[in-house]
């Protein structure tokens, strides 16, 4: 008795044992299931880079601020009028005021200036000239690196006694006529104005707006809260902040007039992403069950055999979603993808045991019992194999960078060994207990097996042809496989942080039940919207200098680099096109512009006169930080013996540009000190940072491909040399699934599908799948000719016997991924047709190019005994 005889004859002589034993374990698993964590983001790269250290230099040595703070952007739009009308300006100030009296916003808030805007500055310069007939002297400081900081624009009390409250702001707007608002609003715009006042005013005003003008079509609104730490990810915004952030869009959405909110911040992201997974659940799983539904009655064309494929791949679900939550592993967007797959997979083992089944049954009467158990020594070790072969596949993702990619790697695999217990076991035990049952009542009829007769036979049986010109099909694949491979080179690398932002549900969800019908997702367009016209915290880069900074020479790196920075589209330019670039020495010359004292010592620094200090440098940067504390320590490091160590160049980059042409600028002026003695430079921030990700996703496709291709190569090596005596039998296997892959990326290159945090499974993945039809196919093959049957007949029995499995089985599993192209996030959009279309080729090449490679291995690698007369079996022709 061989080791999977074993296996079979418990399966058909205890099948009832087996059917209780399979429950009683789905209910232990199903213990599990209440206790899956939801996780709003895939998590980062593990570990630390030098970028991420320099990052986080950049952010802490340069900051005045102790509390950890994030933002939130609110753009106000006003098609109809004017952004900047006396209306529009006492209506944002009540909106900041119903923000700050907002009980679940207003715990989470700043003590001092925790929402500010251009009305704001308005309302403070008309009170100031009121009280002193001249604007405020605001103290206005810029974008920094901070979320409260970083790109915000903060009011402090610089020469200002007391900052007059909203309620105050509000009535001084109110007791003014729309002339008097518009001439205070035009003083604070003045474009010769040099102040920090009109500084701060600008960057709260869309790029567009013309410089001078008191009308706008939109303005911004900051929203700054505490948190209870450094905030890197979405992921790190606690509920409570969360909640006020969706506190503030509520409140937005109830305010009168003609104003549109555009509002934009991390703690949006998760409640977000949440409801997006749970609405593609809602979605995905019917619509995927509906087509497995419909694919297996066309394929079984039995209901109880129906019943019990759907039946098994609930069980399938149960094991591995509870094993989610027995391991503690967090269910994140990319889990989604989890059940859809494992569906897929799971009707994939039902097809091969049930079609097995009925050919055994078809070939010789001899029972039930009799039947399934040569059906599951049959198949079974290419069962075991193809599982193998996947969980290779699957586990091949332990090599990405990201701990949630690895993650899914390991669900997936216990998924797919969960597979074949349930359809390797229970499966055919149930399936014998019913047909036992049905045969004691004379029900004995079997379905034809599909591809058996008819069309399907005619079009897999075009396969079996290889023998008469297997040259030209190999050669034929060859020159598609090559084309593929070189657009392969040409998949770009990229994963936009729109990937995981779901889109506007499509208009055919309104159709679908109450219950079923998708949230309302709104982040993604107000992201566009923020981005496309002000500058984002999150984009902007910095270049942290090193060293010996207090050096005349740096200072000259320093002014090459602005103008290296600006001849790049990318950098951000606000009103009047002016680049968004703050370095040491503009923040020193702006200082030197509103301090008599400090430009005289700035500019007796300068003995050439060309604007950048050459001398004395060191106490050129005393007096800045005794005369401007705020913008010297956001760009000049000063450790506490007094010692100059380094600064921080910033960068604004465009919001909706690409991470490569926002990284570029940065790199550029990264490289410029590479001749300057005794300092090193290296970009970082955000846009780094996420570059650098996506460059290692390239790596992590090419070395999770490469693992899976050896370990599956050494695998079936083995085994075929084990069972078939002919290793070389499993490097043919291989063959056509290499090619199907090949396939795959050239068409992600055609369709410029990029190579993304999800789509970069997609390698290791292919050859996990297609690997299973191509050992059935082998197996199935090897087992005819060791029967005695020529190469053309056993050819035509593995392509109308297996391959009748494997048709129905593609056609179910890429409806099965394909579901995934209905998903609300794009990412599980590509990946859910990528897959579908890997699924697809996998099938072509293992029914049309594999036979051809057989056939020549047939020939030329001769193992079994020669047959001059072909043996019949019945169903032959």
Request: glycine residues 8%; negative net charge.
């Amino acid at each position: 008795m061989s080791w999977i005889d074993r296996p079979a004859a418990v399966v058909t002589e205890h099948s009832i044992a087996v059917v209780l034993v399979v429950l009683v374990v789905t209910g232990a698993f199903g213990a599990g299931l209440g206790q899956i964590e939801q996780s709003s983001s895939v998590s980062g790269l593990s570990g630390e880079s030098d970028v991420a250290e320099a990052y986080d230099d950049a952010r802490t040595n340069f900051s005045t601020r102790e509390a950890n703070t994030t933002t939130s952007l609110i753009a106000v739009h006003n098609e109809s009028d004017n952004a900047l009308s006396r209306a529009s300006l006492v209506r944002t100030l009540r909106y900041q005021r119903a923000l700050e009296r907002n009980e679940t916003l207003a715990p989470t808030l700043t003590a001092d200036e925790a929402t500010v805007s251009i009305a704001s500055l308005v309302a403070r310069a008309a009170i100031g000239a009121e009280e002193r007939e001249e604007l405020c002297n605001c103290t206005i400081t810029g974008w920094s690196d901070s979320p409260r900081t970083d790109g915000n624009v903060t009011a402090g009390a610089g020469g200002e006694a007391s900052s007059p409250t909203l309620d105050e702001q509000i009535a001084q707007l109110a007791s003014m006529d729309q002339r008097e608002v518009a001439a205070v609003v035009g003083h604070v715009l003045d474009p010769e104005v040099t102040s920090q006042t009109s500084r701060a005013a600008y960057q709260l005003l869309p790029r567009g707006y013309e410089p001078g003008s008191t009308t706008a079509d939109s303005h911004l609104i900051v929203v700054t809260q505490e948190t209870d730490g450094e905030v890197r990810a979405a992921a790190a915004i606690s509920e409570e902040v969360s909640a006020g952030q969706q506190a503030a869009r509520a409140i937005a959405t109830d305010q009168p007039g003609s104003e549109s909110y555009y509002i934009y911040s991390r703690g949006l992201v998760s409640p977000q992403q949440n409801a997006a997974m749970s609405d593609s659940l809602g979605i995905l799983g019917p619509m995927a069950l509906l087509f497995v539904l419909l694919s297996l009655s066309i394929a079984y064309r039995d209901p109880i055999d129906v019943v019990l494929g759907l039946i098994g791949v609930g069980v399938v679900l149960v094991w591995t979603m509870g094993s989610l939550g027995w391991l503690g592993i967090a269910f994140n967007q990319t889990m989604v993808a989890v059940p859809i797959l494992l569906i897929g997979l799971s009707v994939d083992y039902a097809l091969h045991v049930v079609m097995r089944y009925r050919e055994e049954r078809g070939e010789r009467d001899d029972g039930v019992r009799s039947a399934m158990r040569r059906s599951l020594v049959g198949v079974g070790p290419a069962l075991v194999l193809v599982t193998l072969t996947t969980a290779i596949g699957f586990l091949a993702n332990l090599t990405s960078p990201l701990g949630d990619i690895r993650s899914f790697g390991i669900v997936t695999a216990i998924g797919i060994v969960a597979t074949l217990a349930v359809f390797g076991l229970f499966v055919p035990a149930a399936k014998t207990v019913t047909s036992s049952l049905l045969a004691r009542f004379g029900f004995t009829d079997t379905p034809a097996v599909l591809g058996s007769t008819g069309f399907v036979r005619r079009v897999l049986g075009t396969g079996a042809a290889a023998r008469r010109a297997p040259f030209v099909v190999v050669a034929i694949a060859l020159l598609v496989g090559a084309g593929g491979a070189y657009g392969a080179t040409q998949v770009d690398v990229a994963t936009p942080q729109t990937a995981f932002m779901a889109d506007d549900p499509p208009a055919w969800t309104e159709e679908l039940p109450a219950s079923m019908q998708p949230s309302e997702f709104y982040l993604k367009d107000n992201r566009a919207f923020v981005y496309a016209n002000f500058q984002a915290p999150d984009k902007q880069g910095f270049v942290l200098v090193e060293g010996a900074v207090d050096s005349p020479t740096v200072l000259e790196g320093v002014a090459a680099a602005n103008e290296t920075a600006a001849e790049y589209d990318a950098v951000f330019a606000g009103p009047g096109g002016t680049p968004e670039i703050v370095t040491p020495l503009s923040a020193m010359r702006q200082a030197a512009r509103q301090n008599e004292t400090f430009n005289a010592t700035f500019h007796g620094a300068d003995t050439d006169g060309d604007g950048i200090p050459d001398r004395d440098v060191a106490t050129v940067y005393d007096a800045f930080h005794d005369t401007a504390p705020d913008l010297a320590t956001r760009t000049v490091h000063r450790t506490e013996d007094g010692r100059y160590t380094a600064i921080r160049i910033r960068i604004a980059t465009e919001g909706n540009r690409d991470r490569d042409a926002a990284v570029a600028p940065l790199l550029a002026v990264s490289t410029g000190f590479d001749d300057v003695d005794g300092v090193d430079a290296i970009a970082t921030g955000q846009p780094v940072i996420s570059k650098n990700l996506n460059d290692g996703l390239a790596t992590t496709m090419v070395e999770s491909l490469t693992l899976t291709l050896v370990v599956v190569l050494a695998l079936l090596a083995i085994v075929f040399r084990l069972r078939e005596g002919s290793a070389a039998l499993g490097a043919l296997t291989l063959a056509p699934v290499v090619l199907s892959v090949t396939w795959l990326l050239g068409t992600m290159a055609a369709l410029d599908i990029p190579i993304g945090l999800i789509t970069a499974m997609v390698g290791s993945l292919s050859v996990g799948l297609g690997v299973d039809y191509a050992i059935h196919v082998s197996e199935r093959f090897a087992e005819e000719r060791a029967a005695d049957h020529t190469t053309e007949r056993a050819l035509q029995r593995t392509v109308t016997g297996t391959g009748s499995a494997l048709l129905s089985s593609a056609v179910t599993t890429a409806a099965g991924f394909g579901v995934l192209s209905f998903s609300l996030l794009p990412a599980l959009q590509q990946f859910g047709f990528i897959l579908a279309t890997g699924i697809v080729y996998s099938f072509l090449a293992c029914i049309y190019v594999q036979p051809s490679l057989l056939a020549l291995w047939d020939e030329y690698v001769p193992t079994w005994s020669e047959t001059t007369e072909p043996s019949v079996s019945p169903g032959d022709d």
